[in-house]
Structure formats: C-alpha cells, structure tokens
C-alpha cells in the first residue's frame, strides 16, 4: 500500500480538533464518511487499494462532478471572489466540486494579505474552504491546493530565494534539495498539497524575457538540478507540477508577450535538449503533475496534441499523474492557432489529447459547460471523461487527501516559514549564486581598510522591481547598497543612482538616439560627482521586473537605457570601478568586459542580495557560481547556446564571433590544479556503465569552490552530434591546500543519442572524456570505447 494511504488515529483526532462535532457526523474514527450515507464505502476506506478507492468513487460520480474535477478555480479574489465560502457556492458551478483551487490566500490578489497573515489564520481559512467542499458537496471529494514555487513559495513572507537563473549559477545538486526542502516544509505547514515547480525550460535564446525563471541552458545541468527540487518537494508527500511542456521556451525570435508560438526547433534537436529535463522528471524523478504550454510544436499545439500529452508523456515516460493547462493554453487552440472551429472544438481537442485540468484566469463555468456539451455532442467519449478524471483522483488519493483533507499546520507555520534556519539557506543559495566573470590584476576582494565607496547604479539600492509575482509577496530585500554600508561602518560609503534601469523612450531607444532629459543629464552628472570623491566605485546594473520576466522579451541584449552610458562616464573618471550585475539574462556588456576591471554578476539573489555581494566583493566569501548560461558579444549571433554543433561558432571576416563568457564561466579568488584522470573500463559495451574520476586541489592561499565539469564528445556517429556535452559536474568546497577526488558514473543514457531513425541508442565508437573548469578551460582529456 502507497505510505501516503496509510490512517492514523492521530490524523482524525486532528480533523476532529480542527473542525469539533458536525452537524452532519461524517468524521468518523478511521475515517471519513465523504458521501454521508452513514456507512464506509470503499473511496472512504484508508486499507483499501488505492486503484480500488480511485475506481468506486469514479463508479459514484456524476457526469456533472466529474466535470467540475477538471477545471481550476482561481484563489485571492481573482475569479473566486469570496474569501469564505458563502451560501452563494450552493448554485456555483462548484457546488459540484472543484479540482483544484490556485493560489488561494498567498497574499496576491485583491485580499493581499488579509487572509495570508498571520500564518494561523490562512491555514484556519483553508480549513474552512476545505470544510465546505467536503461537507457541503454530494461526494465531498476534497480540494488541491496548488502554489506557485520558482523562487520559494509563492506566499507572504515566506523565505525568499535567488531566481531559478541564480540557482541554476550554484552547479549544487544539494543546495538545490535544501531549498527544495525549505519551500516543502512551508507549503506542507500552509496547506498547499501541489507546487507549480521546477520550471524545467531551458533558455537558449537570451532575448526570451523568462530565461530568468530557468536553470539555464543545458538540458542535463536543468534535468540534474530540477530532479533534486521535485524529490524534495514530493517526499513531502506535495505534487511536484513542472512547467512549460514542451518546447516553450524558444517562441519566434524569443519573442514572449503576445507571441508565445512557433518555435523552430528539429525534432532531434526537439528530443535532445527541449525533452530531455521533462523525461528526467518523470523517468527518474517520478513527478505527479505537469503544466501543459500554449504554444505550437510544428503546428500542432501543445495542449491538444495526443503525441506529447499520451504518446509521449504517458506512453513513453510512464507519467501517472495529471496535466493542468497553463494559462489560455485551452483558449488558444481556437483563438489563436486556429486549429479548431470554436472553443467546444479545442477543448475536446485538449481532452481527448490528454489534458486533465484547465487553468486560466477566468470562471471555472467558461470551461466546464462547453466541456459538458462536447460530451454530449460526442466530440469527447465518457470513457475518456473517466480516464481523465480517475487520474486526478489517483493523485487526490496519492496526496492523503481522503484520509485527513485539512492538511497544514497554523502554530507550526508561525515558527518554521521564514525561520532563522530557512534564511540561511536562502543567504547561503545567494552567495553560491555569485559569479566572478572578470578580476583584472586581483582588484577583487576589496580592501577592508578603504575609507570611501561609491555605489552607484539604477539596482543598487532597488527593493520593489527585484520582487518576483512567482515569489513570496512582501519578501524583505537587502539591496547593495544597504550591505555595503553595514559591511563597511567606518567608511565613508556614498549612494547616487545614476540613471533609471529603463529611459523613457524605451524600447525604441535601442534603435534610435534621443536627447537626455535634464533629469537624466542631472542624475549622470551627480553620480559622476559621486565616483569622484571615492577611492573605488561600485556599480549596480542591469534589469530588473520592467526588463526581464515574464512578457518582457528583448530585441537587444546591451545593458537597457542610459546604463552604460553611465557606465563609461564613471569609468572616465579613472576610479577603479567594480561592475556587479543585477539582471535575469546573458547580457552583451563588451565595453565592460573591455574596459571595467572587475565585474561579478549576481542574477537576483533573493533577500540577502545586498549582503551576499557584499560579503563576496570584501573577501569574506569566495565566489564560486558558474554560467549556467553563454554571453554572446552581440544579439546578431543568436542562437548561440551550449552545446555546439560542429561549425556553428567558426571565425568569420564580416562578423563577430566567439562567446563573451563561455558556458560554465566564472572564476575564483583561489586556484584549482586537476590531476590523475581515471576512466575504468576503457572499453565498455552499449549497455554498460564508465567510472571517470580525477583529484582536484585548492593551490591558492584560500578557501574556494570549485564546480568540476565532465564534459563528452562522441567522435564518429550516424548522424550529426555536439562538439561536446556535459555529462557530469560536483561543486566542492576545498581549504588552501586540500585535495579532493571527484567520481562520476555515465551510463547508456549519458552515451546514447537519437539516431537517423529517431531511435535513442547507444552507438559503438570512441568518446573523447574532457573534464575542466568550464566548456572551453579544459584541464584533463582522455577517451574511451563502446564496442557492439
């Protein structure tokens, strides 16, 4: 029997503390009698096989409840208008049920933080929802309660973590299953049962405005990271519902917005890099949700495309739990692709693909009545209405939902959600986050006796653009320049701005120039002024939420508005001058990467931004991050991601070539020598398994981290592969002077590829082994063979 089944005592005498003596008495020892006919059936029974509550529960329902299991309703306000339930809900379309409710008092929304604060009084409101659908519904089939969770919870004041660009900069596989842990432990102490986490797109197209939300570039660095996020969240018995499936995040030139569709992608191209990290979800991760995209795949969209959401998906990857549409994704398939001739078309069309639950941001009754129509013009079978709805309920059951439906804990969220312990985390995720791109003539770390700073910049003392709407609201941000001057009390550390991240012509100021405002003349001229009574400048650039999120794709990837400007006017003061970069993309910053000696690049770190940096710029943290991500020197060369096809980045005459900062850049404080690397076997059979292991030593006067690499190239094989590919990297930590030895283990599906016949496989021949501190500072080669 699933663990999640199992009944205690404890779990009804908490149902019971929650909810004292009902009228109705349908809270029983043992168990919950959801239907109120006075017996136990066997949905109601906690022993009884899981398949076997699923299918007695479904053989009750109603074509009308099970209807009502397949649509979202929006918490906070926005389509759910009533913070309690009301007598009201009695001739809503939910009197019938509901599958899933979002975002419900997380602090967003009309109610803001009414029902959000303190955490007792969300988790009492939850109960009292959760009450009425148990008790006031025919079946009593209980609500999931779903969040978002990129950035740390999506709830008021909960721990505030770097964006998932930051996060995927550590290169820790266990950093990223604390903070997993931590958003775990809040969810499950708030009442949510079902994270909308990770985001699992992988951003290799930089002018794409949510490249911010995700792990990087490369699918294995994404697959790895988002794998120890969704065991954390869901071995706290939480569904971990990755986002977007499939091919989201390459819209037509990166375009975000209103666009969002056609991407062009091959399909092994497709498979390769934009499938892969969703097959390590649900392959080796066993994810129980998933969010279906809105865009197209070769004309087909998404959410009504049987291929992906059956063939693939379920067929293919064994996935077992349920696919919730994103936002107008069942919209989209008639007004905006145009593959349907009107909505009942495309949500039948969405159904019989394989969709399970639909999300938007309208009533529940804009999708459920055509839904219902569409069953009873024969468009959707209810064999089909039965599948669909038996795997939402197999995840209600998987969740304990049937067992004790009143999940969280108001007195323990008050002491663990944004705890001590969480910050620290978070503080810890921040620092890791960090990446060194340039330290010219060992500017860096600062000297903790300076006695004047300048900091200088549009995101240096930056709080409300820095909040992510995927993130905890109300979240408490340490700017720069705030870390500075708490770091340094005995200076004299002086504040201008500069500039504003964005000039008021916007974006057609990266095509044309316009005169400066006096405002801006006078902001310049004043920061200038600044820099020139300091002994070093710091500067704050970048973007923030008015340049990177969410529709707010780019045509440009120069630092946005007046910054470099700015930038060059300070440096013209002949101060030294430490660039730190605020931003959620890969950015074409050649004058810095010319000119400013040193520049550290600190995504969005989270709360603890203004200490982290500056804890890492005066020495007292090493920083060890690396690109997740490759800089082009101009947004001409895209696509320009890692991997590399064989001559996709060859010198040119008539263009600029080349990579800014390579994949896996970033430098140290310390240095690394690598040494005696071991490959066992040397030849191996297709579905054998290699052992590479190298020592790697810290020979610098320091403590540093050290993100170790392997990276792969097949040498000769039936159709066109990457010059390389990484298959394998461990972030240690090492004294001066220690040495440490780092072990990975390939196996056929670390080897394999798809061939002429779109078959995965491994292919005999050499593999060429290379392990380094990035994709182009490569430190040991050596190869190995698979033989038939």
Known sequence: MNKHMLVTAASFLLCAQILGNTPKRIYHKGWIDFNKNGKMDLYENPQAPLEDRVQDLLSQMTLEEKT????????????????????????????DGIGNIDEEHNGLGSFHSEYSFPYTKHVETKHTIQRWFVEETRLGIPVDFTNEGIRGLCHDRATYFPAQCGQGATW????IARIGEVEAQEAVALGYTNIYSPILDISQDPRWGRCV?????????VGQLGKQMIASLQKHNLVATPKHFAVYSIPVGGRD?????????????????????????????????????YNDYDGEPITGSYHFLTEILRQEWGFKGYVVSDSEAVEFISNKHYVADTYED????????????RTNFTPPSDFILPLRKAVADGKISKETIDQRVAEILRVKFWLGLFDNPYRGDGKLAEQIVHSKEHQEVSLEAARQSLVLLKNENNLLPLSNSIRSVAVIGPNADEQGQLICRYGPVNAPIKTVYQGIKE???????????????????????????FPKTEEETRLIEEAVHVAQQAEVV???????????????????????????????????????????????????????????????????????CGQAVAEALLGDYNPGGRLAVTFPKSVGQIPFAFPFKPGSDEKASTSIYGALYPFGHGLSYTTFDYSELSISPSK???????????????????????VVQLYLRDEVSSVTTYTKVLRGFERISLEAGEEQSIEFRLGPQDLGLWDKNMNFRVEPGRFKVMIGASSTDIRLNGQFDIVP
């Open 68 to 95: 009502c299991q397949m649509a979202t309703l929006y918490g906070s306000g926005r389509v759910l208008k009533d913070a309690l339930p009301q007598a009201s809900w009695k001739t809503e379309i939910w009197k």
């Open 684 to 706: 191996q059979g297709v579905a054998g398994d290699i052992t590479i292991s190298c020592k790697v030593k810290n020979t610098g006067k320091t403590k540093g981290d050290e």
């Open 487 to 513: 770091r340094l009390p005995q200076a004299k550390v002086t504040y201008s701005k500069g500039c504003d991240i964005v000039d008021p012509h916007f974006p057609e100021s990266e095509i044309l120039d």
């Open 172 to 175: 820790n596989k266990k950093l």
């Open 257 to 293: 917005g209103a666009t969002r569709t056609d991407p062009h992608v091959a399909p092994r191209e497709m498979r390769t890099l934009y499938l892969e990290p969703f097959r390590v979800a649900f392959q080796e991760a066993g994810a129980l949700g998933v969010m279906s995209s």
């Open 346 to 357: 495309g949500i039948a069309q969405a159904v019989n693909a394989g969709l399970n639950i």
């Open 213 to 221: 939300e995700t792990y990087g570039e490369d699918p294995y660095l």
């Open 538 to 608: 710091i500067m704050v650039l970048g973007g923030n939420e008015q340049t990177v999120r969410e529709d707010r794709s780019r045509t440009s990837l120069n630092l946005p508005g007046r910054q470099e400007e700015l930038l060059k006017a300070v440096c013209a003061t002949g101060k030294p001058v430490v660039l730190v970069l605020l931003d959620g993309r890969a950015s074409s910053i050649n004058y810095a990467a010319a000119h400013v000696p040193a520049i550290l690049h600190a995504w969005f770190p989270g709360e603890f």
